[in-house]
């Protein structure tokens, strides 16, 4: 039999303690063999190593080929500037490395936030002493000591228990104390048992007694820690289409190099004059300013989305919840408030809200008992003019009758009968201006038989059989609504009273609904998300009826047809019966455990979903790192929660994620946008490398120039395109399809085929503008040095930035024209093209620039000749655009 299921005297005897604890020298056998009363934290990759990770990946080994043999170049043929260009690759392996680095790390911080939940220090029987410890000190057998405030250190059986309520929504989800006790339990899982307090929860009343069972990782609360730190956070789509991309783009740099090598040597290139050639091949093919530029859009845009109250923690989640198709959500504290409120009344038969009562001068004097019930007859502890200490609906109940009563003065108490499992009602036996008077709140089962009299409209009449028939009706119609439904009774007291005699014949006042109400806004975001055609479904500990009601009402649940599925029947699924069963339109699955959660994300990632996951408990956390966004609350979640998660709600308000997602999906259309940027300047950078060989001219455009393109004048206006607002219609739009790829062929085939052609046909040219312009003819080479050669070398480069600078205008849409998109509305890329332009400048006008690009200062007719070739390309663009429009109309 497990520990919960045994008479307290045997829950002491299995464990082989007594009530009066251990002795010292048990105690320390005991701590050698299970250990402190901590969470060990799961070894994991070591931080060097995650490091050293960033710089071996294939984007980065083509990358130090390409300077290892830059560096042997200048060791057989000093001189030629290869060293240079050596160490000008070793910095973009560097700042590549760490920006990665900076997006893939994730600093497991989750330990520190679930110890921080357990209190440091615990009361302790030992020996028949009462002591003080370190909470992590406990161990299996010590006898706890437990008061209303204090947190629970470990898993406990209760021995003695008075009056304790329990706060366990950290564990179980739940949204209602509960009470405890220490008899015998029946249930199976120890979660639900009624004579065990959990590590991580808390006491919001009464005082116990109770006896460690479980420490450390064997706690319920260290196994919800376990599936935290060995759930593995999964690739991002963004992650995997960016190795993807880099896999491609690698392969295709190293392929070309290693065939045109071979060419060039057949044509009868020198080998450092090949190898040279080599290199230029792999670097401008590999887009050196990618994965910088793809962070720094991601930051921009959390810096966006923390405007719109999300925060990102790791940088890939932006795009991921773009691409959200399932958002799995908590009800307590996300669909709701997580503060308990008075929503319904039953008043001598008939329904009022809390609001109309407060008004009604009429209400208020007829049921003024229903009011000092509630300000009186219960266990706060006040700890401010308006803040309590105690079970949250208590909290409800007095702030309902403040309002109405804000002046109201107590007097003293007399007596009480405490709250408890059995009883389920609570007591108060108050002094009053006409005499002593017993108010009674608790479970209507158990309060309605002591009844003999009702108030119906301020007159007491006889609570008759039909009287009881339409308030156990009225009981059942606010529990279909998900309410708490509590009945409130009193009794006038004579002085010489028999304690005993105490809650007979007493007259009942009303029945109160309480409930957490759903946010204000939560039915809105709801709706955006179906808009958007994202599946919202609500996974909670809460009750199914509750949880129902909530999903009703937050507009999740509209027909009559929806699927509600609680723990026990979960765990009776097998995993191809709950998969099939998440095809119900309408589904909602209530008393669902941490590791029950964990199971519906994978059921769902096994359907194809990308799915979100909010939550803002402990058992939430294995359910936030493992899917492919985690959603924390920032306001009610706690610090595990927080810190498995990708994205933190600021506000706690749904309503936010769908702008985090509309966010998201802006980030996808605009990568797509700064990648055909990006791409489109590989093949004017690959063109003159291709001339070199194949015409035997002057190499047009040096490596040092292809990295200040990429690495220089590009990133401003891509972090620019990175930047722009998402389209208006991107949230009445599906979640893109899981397989689909950031690089398609069509975006291959417009960056390559069609911009990237006319952008080398603008180089070339005006390259060639220059030599004929200094007397080159046909066939004779020109040394490095040369001022016509670094002249012409300039206007390739020049060209390129020019073609760049309309280009960064054509990409801000695939099919939209410029009369549409405009040159204004995004200041970033008109920076970035004043920044491009100061850039060039600087290159080709300045000794420094000169020196460090092998550059010359060029003529205005160069450039005067390559502006017809710039408005060509954007005539060009803007006929291809009209002609796919009409193709899709």
């Given at each position: 039999?497990?520990?919960?299921?045994?008479?307290?005297?045997a829950a002491?005897?299995?464990?082989?303690?007594?009530?009066?604890?251990l002795?010292?020298?048990?105690?320390?056998?005991?701590?050698?063999?299970?250990?402190?009363?901590r969470?060990?934290?799961?070894?994991?990759?070591?931080?060097?190593?995650?490091?050293?990770?960033?710089f071996t990946?294939?984007?980065?080994?083509?990358?130090?080929?390409?300077?290892?043999?830059?560096f042997?170049?200048?060791?057989?043929?000093?001189?030629?500037?290869?060293?240079?260009l050596?160490?000008?690759?070793?910095?973009?392996?560097?700042?590549n490395?760490?920006?990665?680095?900076?997006?893939?790390?994730?600093?497991?911080r989750?330990?520190?936030?679930?110890?921080?939940?357990?209190?440091?220090?615990?009361?302790?029987?030992?020996?028949?002493?009462?002591?003080?410890?370190?909470?992590?000190?406990?161990?299996?057998?010590?006898?706890?000591?437990?008061?209303?405030?204090?947190?629970?250190?470990?898993?406990?059986?209760?021995?003695?228990?008075?009056?304790?309520?329990?706060?366990?929504?950290?564990?179980?989800?739940?949204?209602?104390?509960?009470?405890?006790?220490?008899?015998?339990?029946?249930v199976?899982?120890?979660?639900?048992?009624?004579?065990?307090?959990?590590?991580g929860?808390?006491?919001?009343?009464?005082?116990?007694?109770?006896?460690?069972?479980?420490?450390?990782?064997?706690?319920?609360?260290?196994?919800?820690?376990?599936?935290?730190?060995?759930?593995?956070?999964?690739?991002?789509?963004?992650?995997?289409?960016?190795?993807?991309?880099?896999?491609?783009?690698?392969?295709?740099a190293?392929?070309l190099?290693?065939?045109?090598?071979?060419?060039?040597?057949?044509?009868?290139?020198?080998?450092?004059?090949?190898?040279?050639?080599?290199?230029?091949?792999?670097?401008?093919?590999?887009?050196?300013?990618?994965?910088?530029?793809?962070?720094?859009?991601?930051?921009?845009?959390?810096?966006?989305?923390?405007?719109?109250?999300?925060?990102?923690?790791?940088?890939?989640?932006?795009?991921?919840?773009?691409?959200?198709?399932?958002?799995?959500?908590?009800?307590?504290?996300?669909?709701?408030?997580?503060?308990?409120?008075?929503?319904s009344?039953?008043?001598?038969?008939?329904?009022?809200?809390?609001q109309?009562?407060?008004?009604?001068?009429?209400?208020?004097?007829?049921?003024?008992?229903?009011?000092e019930?509630?300000?009186?007859?219960?266990?706060?502890?006040?700890?401010?003019?308006?803040?309590?200490?105690?079970?949250?609906?208590?909290?409800?109940l007095?702030?309902?009758?403040?309002?109405?009563?804000?002046?109201?003065?107590?007097?003293?108490?007399?007596d009480?009968?405490?709250?408890?499992?059995?009883?389920?009602?609570?007591?108060i036996?108050?002094?009053?201006?006409?005499?002593?008077?017993?108010?009674?709140?608790?479970?209507?089962?158990?309060?309605?038989p002591?009844?003999?009299?009702?108030?119906?409209?301020?007159?007491?009449?006889?609570?008759?059989?039909?009287?009881?028939?339409l308030?156990?009706?009225?009981?059942?119609?606010?529990?279909?609504?998900?309410?708490?439904?509590l009945?409130?009774?009193?009794?006038?007291?004579?002085?010489?009273?028999q304690?005993?005699?105490?809650?007979?014949?007493?007259?009942?006042?009303?029945?109160?609904?309480?409930?957490?109400?759903?946010?204000?806004?939560?039915?809105?975001?709801?709706?955006?998300?179906?808009?958007?055609?994202?599946?919202?479904?609500?996974?909670?500990?809460d009750?199914?009826?509750?949880?129902?009601?909530?999903?009703?009402?937050?507009g999740?649940?509209?027909?009559?047809q929806?699927?509600?599925?609680?723990?026990?029947?979960?765990?009776?699924?097998s995993?191809?019966?709950?998969?099939?069963?998440?095809?119900?339109?309408?589904?909602?699955?209530?008393?669902?455990?941490?590791?029950?959660?964990?199971?519906?994300?994978?059921?769902?990632?096994?359907?194809?979903?990308?799915?979100?996951?909010?939550?803002?408990?402990?058992?939430?956390?294995?359910?936030?790192k493992?899917?492919?966004?985690?959603i924390?609350?920032?306001?009610?979640?706690?610090?595990?929660?927080?810190?498995?998660?990708?994205?933190?709600?600021l506000?706690?308000?749904?309503?936010?994620?769908?702008?985090?997602?509309?966010?998201?999906?802006?980030?996808?259309?605009?990568?797509r946008?700064?990648?055909?940027?990006?791409?489109?300047?590989?093949?004017?950078?690959?063109?003159?490398?291709?001339?070199?060989?194949?015409?035997?001219?002057?190499?047009?455009?040096?490596?040092?120039?292809?990295?200040?393109v990429?690495?220089?004048?590009?990133?401003?206006?891509?972090?620019?395109?990175?930047?722009?607002?998402?389209?208006?219609?991107?949230?009445?739009?599906?979640?893109?399809?899981?397989?689909?790829?950031?690089?398609?062929?069509?975006?291959?085939?417009?960056?390559y085929?069609?911009?990237?052609?006319?952008?080398?046909?603008?180089?070339m040219?005006?390259?060639?503008?220059?030599?004929?312009?200094?007397?080159?003819?046909?066939?004779?080479?020109?040394?490095?040095?040369?001022?016509?050669?670094?002249?012409?070398?300039?206007?390739?480069?020049?060209?390129?930035?020019?073609?760049?600078?309309?280009?960064v205008?054509?990409?801000?849409?695939?099919r939209?024209?410029?009369?549409?998109?405009?040159l204004?509305?995004?200041?970033?890329?008109?920076?970035?093209?004043?920044?491009?332009?100061?850039?060039?400048?600087?290159?080709?006008?300045?000794?420094?620039?000169?020196?460090?690009?092998?550059?010359?200062?060029?003529?205005?007719?160069?450039?005067?000749?390559?502006?017809?070739?710039?408005?060509?390309?954007?005539?060009?663009?803007?006929?291809?655009?009209?002609?796919?429009?009409?193709?899709?109309?």
């Amino acid at each position: 039999m497990k520990i919960h299921h045994l008479e307290a005297q045997a829950a002491l005897a299995s464990l082989n303690t007594a009530a009066d604890g251990l002795s010292a020298a048990e105690v320390a056998r005991r701590f050698a063999e299970f250990g402190p009363n901590r969470v060990e934290k799961v070894a994991g990759v070591p931080l060097p190593l995650r490091f050293l990770r960033e710089f071996t990946h294939l984007f980065a080994v083509i990358l130090w080929v390409a300077a290892g043999l830059a560096f042997v170049a200048e060791l057989a043929d000093p001189g030629k500037g290869m060293a240079t260009l050596g160490f000008a690759i070793l910095g973009v392996i560097l700042v590549n490395g760490l920006f990665s680095f900076w997006q893939e790390y994730r600093a497991e911080r989750a330990l520190a936030a679930l110890e921080k939940l357990l209190p440091p220090k615990a009361r302790v029987m030992r020996a028949g002493r009462v002591e003080e410890i370190v909470a992590a000190e406990l161990v299996p057998g010590d006898i706890v000591l437990l008061g209303e405030g204090d947190d629970i250190p470990a898993d406990c059986r209760l021995i003695e228990a008075f009056g304790v309520r329990v706060n366990t929504a950290t564990i179980t989800g739940e949204s209602v104390s509960q009470g405890r006790d220490a008899q015998p339990s029946q249930v199976d899982e120890v979660l639900h048992s009624r004579n065990v307090l959990l590590a991580g929860t808390s006491m919001v009343a009464g005082e116990a007694r109770a006896v460690v069972f479980a420490t450390g990782d064997h706690t319920e609360f260290g196994k919800i820690a376990r599936l935290t730190q060995t759930a593995r956070a999964p690739m991002s789509p963004l992650q995997r289409e960016i190795a993807r991309l880099s896999r491609l783009v690698a392969l295709l740099a190293t392929g070309l190099g290693v065939v045109f090598f071979f060419i060039g040597q057949a044509l009868g290139l020198g080998f450092w004059e090949n190898a040279l050639f080599a290199i230029g091949i792999i670097v401008a093919n590999v887009p050196e300013g990618l994965l910088p530029t793809v962070t720094l859009s991601l930051a921009m845009a959390t810096q966006r989305m923390a405007r719109r109250n999300a925060l990102v923690r790791h940088l890939p989640a932006v795009e991921t919840l773009g691409a959200a198709s399932v958002i799995l959500t908590d009800k307590t504290g996300t669909l709701t408030t997580n503060h308990m409120q008075v929503k319904s009344l039953f008043l001598g038969g008939e329904y009022a809200t809390p609001q109309a009562f407060a008004a009604s001068t009429e209400l208020r004097r007829d049921y003024r008992r229903l009011l000092e019930t509630a300000l009186l007859c219960h266990d706060l502890k006040a700890t401010g003019a308006d803040a309590w200490l105690g079970d949250p609906m208590e909290i409800a109940l007095v702030r309902m009758a403040q309002a109405a009563v804000p002046d109201f003065q107590a007097l003293p108490r007399v007596d009480e009968l405490p709250f408890d499992t059995d009883r389920k009602r609570l007591s108060i036996l108050q002094r009053m201006q006409d005499g002593l008077v017993l108010y009674t709140k608790g479970a209507p089962e158990t309060v309605l038989p002591l009844c003999s009299q009702v108030v119906m409209g301020g007159v007491l009449r006889p609570f008759t059989p039909e009287l009881l028939a339409l308030f156990q009706r009225a009981q059942e119609d606010m529990a279909e609504q998900g309410l708490r439904v509590l009945a409130f009774a009193h009794q006038a007291v004579a002085a010489g009273y028999q304690r005993e005699n105490l809650e007979r014949d007493m007259v009942l006042t009303a029945l109160v609904g309480l409930a957490d109400p759903p946010r204000p806004e939560a039915a809105g975001a709801v709706q955006k998300c179906f808009g958007a055609g994202i599946r919202v479904i609500m996974v909670t500990g809460d009750h199914p009826r509750t949880a129902l009601a909530i999903g009703r009402e937050v507009g999740l649940i509209r027909t009559d047809q929806a699927v509600v599925v609680n723990g026990e029947q979960l765990a009776r699924m097998s995993n191809i019966q709950l998969q099939l069963a998440l095809d119900a339109p309408e589904i909602l699955f209530a008393r669902v455990g941490a590791d029950q959660k964990l199971r519906i994300v994978t059921a769902l990632k096994r359907k194809r979903h990308i799915v979100a996951v909010t939550g803002d408990g402990v058992n939430d956390a294995p359910a936030l790192k493992h899917a492919d966004i985690g959603i924390a609350m920032g306001l009610s979640g706690t610090d595990v929660a927080k810190e498995a998660a990708d994205i933190i709600l600021l506000d706690d308000n749904f309503a936010s994620i769908v702008a985090a997602v509309e966010e998201g999906r802006a980030v996808f259309d605009n990568i797509r946008k700064f990648l055909t940027y990006i791409l489109t300047s590989n093949i004017p950078e690959l063109v003159p490398y291709l001339a070199f060989v194949l015409l035997r001219i002057p190499l047009p455009l040096t490596i040092i120039q292809i990295l200040a393109v990429d690495l220089g004048t590009d990133m401003l206006p891509a972090l620019g395109l990175g930047a722009e607002k998402p389209d208006p219609g991107v949230m009445k739009r599906p979640p893109r399809p899981r397989r689909e790829r950031l690089i398609t062929w069509q975006l291959l085939a417009r960056a390559y085929l069609f911009l990237g052609v006319l952008e080398a046909a603008t180089a070339m040219a005006a390259f060639f503008f220059v030599l004929k312009g200094s007397g080159w003819h046909y066939g004779e080479m020109l040394d490095h040095a040369d001022p016509r050669y670094l002249a012409a070398t300039t206007a390739t480069l020049s060209a390129i930035i020019v073609a760049q600078v309309v280009n960064v205008f054509l990409c801000r849409s695939p099919r939209d024209s410029l009369l549409t998109t405009g040159l204004r509305g995004n200041r970033l890329i008109l920076v970035g093209i004043a920044a491009e332009i100061l850039l060039i400048l600087a290159i080709d006008y300045t000794p420094l620039g000169n020196h460090l690009f092998g550059t010359a200062p060029i003529g205005w007719e160069v450039w005067l000749f390559m502006l017809p070739f710039a408005a060509g390309m954007l005539v060009l663009e803007e006929a291809r655009k009209w002609m796919l429009r009409r193709w899709m109309r």
